[in-house]
Nanobody, 124 residues
Framework: QVQLVESGGGLVQAGDSLRLSCAAS????????LGWFRQAPGKEYEFVAA????????YYADSVKGRFTISRDNAKNTVDLQMNSLKPEDTAVYYC?????????????????WGQGTQVTVSS
């Protein structure tokens, strides 16, 4: 079993920053990729960023490139998402998700493990 727990969401103003963290526990040796997705009300899951569990290679959606940074903390077994220059359109529930296959994929259906999500609200 694998457990993923997100933290760090909140209510901020446009232009502010937030840092989300995803703590992984359990049988994480089977992980290859960890991604962040988000879901706004009435919309489907949207890929945000991904990183290989080794910490090498990062991937971003065009909508967040240059503003968000995904990173891996091996000591803490966490994957963080630093979000800068937040915009109202970044408002969503943010989820971390783990994939137990080596290929990096952007479709939410390709991820095997999910956290419970954390709300990010950006006011204008």
């Amino acid at each position: 079993q694998v457990q993923l727990v997100e933290s760090g969401g909140g209510l901020v103003q446009a232009g502010d920053s937030l840092r989300l963290s995803c703590a992984a526990s359990g049988r994480t040796f089977g992980f290859y990729v960890l991604g962040w997705f988000r879901q706004a009300p009435g919309k489907e899951y949207e890929f945000v960023a991904a990183i290989r569990w080794s910490g090498e290679n990062t991937y971003y959606a065009d909508s967040v490139k240059g503003r968000f940074t995904i990173s891996r903390d091996n000591a803490k077994n966490t994957v963080d998402l630093q979000m800068n220059s937040l915009k109202p359109e970044d408002t969503a529930v943010y989820y971390c998700a783990g994939r137990n296959s080596p290929a990096v994929r952007y479709e939410w259906q390709q991820y095997n493990y999910w956290g419970q999500g954390t709300q990010v609200t950006v006011s204008s």
